[in-house]
């Protein structure tokens, strides 16, 4: 019989529907219950693509003796991490704190209250590597809540007295100067892994974020090398493992430092932010591997990605059947040289594993290859090349294919439209413009309501009941803000506005500036949660202060402005000291050092050929963080526009920045050289 999450709309939810464990939902009632039986809170949170979160369902969710006693002793309750960052953070930081460590699965124990006072993520069916099984934690904690229950309360009311004082050190509200971001560049500089491209060691995780900043400041300064990292990070990683090489899109990491063995699962927002620092990367150089790896990736997003409604689905799961009726992690992705020789012949399967490095000892599990595109002097034959890589793509999608989260989560869908958008505009590629605007249209009509409040998630149409955190309202104007400067249609810079708008009112601290990752307004936890480090994507805080940033170049709003430069305090503090962990900041920053640039391309219409060779020039500049209104003269539909009109009757651009303009110029090239950083 299934449990309470069977009218749940998270797919990861649902996936534990069928569990013998009596599963609540995250939910005060779930806590009255508690409260009611005097028993302890079991809080389980992972994420649908979670590997280890699969493997503690089977092992433990799924058999009948475990569930029994987590009935008898517990509430237990389950969270998706995506659905409920607010939650996620708040328990994890406890778990950091208590550990030294936190992942998912998450297994927090909490009184009644909510407050939590034992805590892991992972446990096994059976003792292993020194770790306890899950159910001798179960049996532990049941008999420390029997017959210790005073010591509980206390070991948990002394963990919340210390979270609730983490308050952040916020440093001041002053933008970072040219000394913090030089500082940063250096540390960088320290981290970066020369013979193989990023930061740090294994795990190795895209670091999108911090080759936007990179690009940015070699944009505004010349700095080759901050350019040569970000060139050589993204030709290792598309060269590698990580990247997909025969359906386009990136994985979530890689285990080693060569990139060459990936953790599967693909998730929406790695790849829109990567899909955009390769388009980015092609706009600074020209090089072409970054414009075939920026389609590719765009071209995955809306093939696999893309759901009936319009919008973007969360992520794909790293396991499949590997034909076997096994679960398997990679197994839809691998390949040996029997079943390349079984798809290509003899012949064309010793091209291919030459071409792919596909080996005999295999670089995965059990003798199978990662695709990747070894470094090699030998010249292949592209036609060749291509023609194999359509056999091998034909004969994976016979293969069994990853589960899909078709969660819609409004953060990763704006981080897809601002992707989309730019891609579509730098490489003339309206369908993908068109996707953009489509999934901006479903976040308008279906997870944003008549005062401009955000859902977080939709699935299937159906709105779901958990606000909107900080990273929605900031990477959905985000994503608005670029659709504006693609499509000339100021209605974005209006509903970018709005989302904003919120950010001032009901997310910001009015004395220091800071801000908080849950409304004013939103359910209260043991803790408001608050980080401005960047990490799968960026930061609410550091994607809010982007956000204003854009929106006060546009309309000159002051209030949005200072709010931008008051978030960016914390970027000052941390960037020199932390760059990997800020580097949108870091990239924002860059664009209020150069002003931003404000744009204005004005033309009898946005069709006519000479308006839109200056539009596409506009969007192609680097200067960073510079905004574009395109538009008809004596247009209202953006405030860069009034007062801008034609030159001499010539289509023309007015480029100006900190309340000075140039003179307008109907030249593409000499906008072109006003917008080059």
């Given at each position: 019989m299934p449990n309470r999450l069977a009218h749940e709309t998270s797919p990861y939810l649902l996936q534990h529907a069928d569990n013998p464990v009596d599963w609540w939902p995250w939910s005060e009632?779930?806590?009255?219950?508690?409260?009611?039986?005097?028993?302890?809170?079991?809080?389980?949170?992972?994420?649908?693509?979670?590997?280890?979160?699969h493997v503690m369902a089977h092992e433990s969710f799924e058999d009948p003796a475990t569930a029994e006693e987590l009935n008898a002793h517990f509430v237990s309750v389950k969270v998706d991490r995506e659905e409920r960052p607010d939650v996620d953070a708040v328990y994890m930081e406890a778990v950091q704190a208590a550990t030294g460590q936190g992942g998912w699965p998450m297994t927090v124990f909490l009184t009644p209250d909510a407050e939590p006072f034992y805590f892991g993520t992972y446990f096994p069916p059976a003792p292993r590597h020194g770790m306890p099984s899950f159910r001798q934690v179960l049996q532990g904690v049941h008999q420390a809540w029997s017959e210790r229950r005073g010591e509980v309360d206390e070991v948990a009311g002394k963990?919340?007295?210390?979270?609730?004082?983490?308050?952040?050190a916020y440093g001041d509200d002053q933008v970072p100067g040219e000394e913090q971001l030089a500082q940063a560049l250096l540390g960088l500089t320290r981290e970066y892994d020369p013979q193989r491209g990023g930061f740090g060691g294994a795990p190795k995780f895209?670091?999108?974020?911090?080759?936007?900043?990179?690009?940015?400041?070699?944009?505004?300064?010349?700095?080759?090398?901050?350019?040569?990292?970000?060139?050589?990070t993204c030709e290792r990683m598309a060269r590698g493992g990580i990247y997909d090489q025969l359906g386009g899109g990136f994985a979530r990491y890689s285990v080693d430092r060569d990139w060459v063995v990936p953790h599967f699962e693909k998730m929406l927002y790695d790849n829109a932010l990567l899909c955009r620092v390769y388009t980015h990367l092609w706009r600074a150089t020209g090089s072409g591997l970054a414009r075939r790896v920026a389609l590719e990736t765009a071209d995955f997003m809306v093939r696999e990605l893309r759901?009936?409604?319009?919008?973007?689905?969360?992520?794909?799961?790293?396991?499949?059947?590997?034909?076997?009726?096994?679960?398997?992690?990679?197994?839809?992705?691998?390949?040996?040289?029997?079943?390349?020789?079984?798809?290509?012949?003899?012949?064309?399967?010793?091209?291919?594993?030459?071409?792919?490095?596909?080996?005999?000892?295999?670089?995965?599990?059990e003798g199978a290859s990662v695709l990747q595109l070894p470094q090699r002097d030998e010249v292949f034959d592209a036609g060749r090349i291509d023609a194999v890589r359509q056999r091998l793509l034909a004969?994976?999608?016979?293969?069994?294919?990853?589960g899909r989260d078709d969660k819609v989560v409004a953060a990763w869908n704006g981080l897809a439209i601002a992707a989309l958008a730019e891609t579509g505009a730098c490489f003339d590629r309206p369908d993908l413009v068109e996707a953009a605007v489509a999934a901006g249209d479903l976040l308008v009509r279906l997870h944003m309501d008549d005062q401009a409040r955000i859902a977080r998630t939709s699935k299937d149409g159906h709105v779901g009941a958990n606000a909107g955190v900080?990273?929605?309202?900031?990477?959905?104007?985000?994503?608005?803000?670029?659709?504006?400067?693609?499509?000339?249609?100021?209605?974005?810079?209006?509903?970018?506005?709005?989302?904003?708008?919120?950010?001032?009112?009901?997310?910001?601290?009015?004395?220091?500036?800071?801000?908080?990752?849950?409304?004013?307004?939103?359910?209260?936890?043991?803790?408001?949660?608050?980080?401005?480090?960047?990490?799968?994507?960026?930061?609410?805080?550091?994607?809010?202060?982007?956000?204003?940033?854009?929106?006060?170049?546009?309309?000159?709003?002051?209030?949005?402005?200072?709010?931008?430069?008051?978030?960016?305090?914390?970027?000052?503090?941390?960037?020199?000291?932390?760059?990997?962990?800020?580097?949108?900041?870091?990239a924002v920053a860059e664009a209020v050092l150069d002003g931003p640039r404000e744009v204005a391309v004005v033309g009898p219409s946005l069709d006519d050929p000479a308006t839109a060779a200056l539009h596409r020039t506009a969007l192609l500049g680097t200067a960073p963080g510079a905004v574009v209104a395109a538009g008809t003269a004596g247009s209202d539909e953006f405030p860069l526009l009034d007062g801008r009109g034609l030159v001499g009757g010539e289509p023309a651009a007015y480029v100006c920045r900190n309340f000075t303009c140039d003179a307008p110029t109907t030249d593409p090239d000499r906008l072109r050289t006003a917008l080059s950083g």
């Open positions: 009632e779930a806590f009255a219950e508690a409260r009611r039986r005097q028993v302890p809170v079991l809080l389980s949170v992972g994420y649908s693509s979670c590997h280890w979160c963990i919340t007295r210390d979270l609730a004082g983490r308050e952040i895209p670091p999108s974020m911090v080759i936007e900043f990179l690009l940015r400041h070699h944009a505004r300064t010349g700095a080759e090398g901050a350019l040569q990292m970000a060139r050589d759901t009936p409604e319009g919008a973007f689905a969360s992520a794909l799961d790293a396991d499949s059947d590997d034909g076997s009726g096994r679960h398997v992690e990679g197994a839809y992705y691998v390949w040996t040289p029997a079943q390349l020789r079984e798809v290509l012949g003899e012949a064309d399967a010793e091209l291919a594993a030459r071409y792919f490095g596909v080996t005999e000892e295999g670089t995965f599990e004969a994976r999608a016979g293969r069994p294919a990853p900080l990273e929605d309202y900031a990477d959905v104007a985000e994503g608005f803000l670029a659709l504006a400067s693609v499509t000339g249609e100021g209605v974005w810079l209006e509903f970018a506005g709005l989302l904003l708008d919120h950010v001032l009112a009901r997310f910001a601290d009015p004395e220091s500036g800071a801000l908080y990752d849950t409304a004013s307004d939103a359910e209260r936890l043991i803790r408001r949660p608050q980080d401005p480090t960047d990490n799968a994507a960026p930061s609410g805080w550091t994607a809010a202060a982007g956000a204003l940033l854009g929106y006060a170049a546009h309309t000159g709003s002051e209030p949005h402005r200072t709010a931008a430069e008051r978030a960016l305090g914390v970027v000052k503090a941390l960037g020199p000291r932390v760059p990997r962990f800020i580097g949108w900041g870091l």
